[in-house]
């Protein structure tokens, strides 16, 4: 027994791998070598199809040319950023403004609200108005820092987090359905592939019938109506290669969707899937629910649920800010009304200011509401988590059905071995016997579907052992020990 599988003595099997000649293996490298260059153009290839196809190079090819894929690596990547951002929320703020104008200086007394359209005037009020313009500057420097926040930033940047770690969970769970889909595609067409040789052989047994039955029937030893029925039988081995030859054709063409191929998919490397059966351990453990590609997107979104909660209890906290400035002001107006008529009068700074102090902003308006912000976010949290525990519930499940599956699949795997061997000497002896007149033509008819029935359970017994421990594997929600039993 080999460490990759269980050996299978089966008729007509032949992994093709041997008449492989290394000028085609180095042909399909560097067409793989292209499709995994970033500026080669990975939506459409033509794959050469004199080489082999293995199931490593397809997942590789495939993965390098989905366009699925690049779209979350862009999300990975903005949340990244987003991370970065919340981090720079724990450094002070620092602004920088200056200006210089040329303006009136008509003050008024009395208050107004601040807006943007009226303009602010400081000094004297004048008794009357003047149109005299003057040049008057303005330079300043604030630093704030908010050391308290109350939680406030501590739970953005855990939304921030936990925001990173849906997009890496998105990124992974779209890789890992990628290559599950590929896999099955690649098994798909290889089994149609196989099936396709199966009615061929089929087709070339039921013509050399007919061939034998009409030498038989033309010298007088089987009535003439033999040759009719024997005829009879090609046409029915034709229509099933044809119905085999779409089947393949169909299933072709979606693995070369996944590979983004225009021409046709290559020879599929059929070792160990038509050679073998899946060595399968006796115990397999229990899967990790933390770390299933197909939960971590749900358990993201419980930990940004519980972050927004946070957010929203806390508020209706103070904000408390140390804050700095200092300020210098320049005027072509004097203390004493006189006016700098000067080409840069008023646009040097005079006078400086310096201010250091601490601010508190209580937002009294958001208390009111603070309640219902939390309850709305407390109430998403709660279906996030109860999400998580269908989903939770639904891999079990899954993963229970595809064990179950799996038995099944090894068992048939293992006596479809004896069904065509049993088949196949019955058809020899029917065979036989038939060219000695001692069997009829609807026996040897008969002998030949048994035999041709059983070649095509003995295919798809093996594909399907393979299908069912890829899906017990993605159930699982890790596809390593298949892919270990790839070469």
């Known amino acids: ?250 299933a072709g063409g979606r693995l070369g969707e996944l590979l983004g191929a225009w021409s046709e998919v290559p020879q599929l490397s059929s070792t160990p899937f038509l050679d073998t059966i899946p060595d399968v351990p006796a115990t397999r453990p229990p899967p990790d629910l933390a770390q299933h590609p197909h939960l971590e997107p749900f358990i993201a979104r419980v930990a940004i649920g519980a972050a927004r909660q946070a957010i929203a209890a806390g508020s209706a906290l103070p904000r408390l800010s140390l804050v700095g400035a200092i300020t210098a002001r320049g005027s072509g107006i004097a203390p004493d009304g006189v006016i700098d008529r000067s080409f840069s009068g008023g646009i040097a700074p005079e006078r400086t200011n310096v201010a250091v102090g601490v601010m508190v902003n209580l937002p009294l308006t958001d208390a009111l509401f603070s309640g219902s912000r939390a309850g709305i976010e407390s109430a998403r949290l709660d279906a996030a988590r109860a999400e998580l525990s269908a989903q939770e519930d639904h891999v079990r499940a899954g993963l229970l059905a595809a064990d179950a599956n799996l038995s099944l699949a090894l068992s048939v795997s293992r006596e479809v071995p004896l069904q065509l061997s049993a088949a196949s000497a019955a058809y020899q002896q029917v065979s036989s016997r038939y060219a000695a007149g001692l069997a009829t033509l609807p026996e040897l008819a008969q002998a030949q579907l048994i035999l041709t029935r059983a070649e095509v359970d003995s295919v798809l017994a093996r594909v399907a052992a393979w299908t069912a421990w890829l899906d017990r594997c993605a159930s699982q929600g890790n596809l390593a020990p298949f892919l270990a039993s790839v070469p």
Request: charged content about 20%; cysteine-free; glycine content about 8%.
């Open 1 to 250: 027994m080999s460490r990759r599988g269980m050996p299978l003595t089966l008729y007509g099997a032949s992994t093709g791998t041997d008449r492989t000649s290394g000028r085609n293996s180095l042909a399909f490298l560097a067409v793989l070598g292209l499709a995994l260059t970033p500026t080669a153009k990975v939506r459409a290839q033509a794959l050469p199809v004199d080489s082999v196809l293995t199931l490593p190079h397809a997942l590789a090819i495939a993965e390098a040319r989905d366009p699925r894929l690049r779209g979350r690596a862009s999300e990975v990547r903005a949340a990244e950023h987003t991370v970065t951002l919340s981090a720079q929320r724990l450094l002070p703020s620092i602004d920088l403004g200056a200006q210089v104008a040329r303006a009136t200086d008509n003050n008024i007394t009395g208050a107004s609200f601040p807006q943007a359209v009226v303009l602010p005037v400081s000094g004297p009020v004048r008794t009357t108005s003047s149109g005299t313009q003057v040049y008057g500057s303005a330079i300043g420097a604030m630093v704030a820092w908010a050391p308290f926040t109350f939680g406030q930033v501590g739970a953005q940047r855990r939304q921030a987090r936990a925001e990173l770690r849906l997009a890496n969970a998105g990124m992974s769970g779209e890789l890992f359905d990628e290559r599950v889909t590929v896999a099955t595609a690649y098994l798909g067409l290889l089994r149609a592939r196989e099936l396709v040789r199966v009615q061929r052989q089929s087709l070339v047994r039921a013509e050399a019938s007919a061939r034998a039955v009409r030498a038989l029937a033309a010298s007088g030893l089987r009535p003439g109506a033999d040759s009719l029925l024997a005829g009879a039988e090609v046409s029915r081995a034709r229509i099933d290669l044809l119905a085999a030859e779409r089947d393949a054709a169909n």
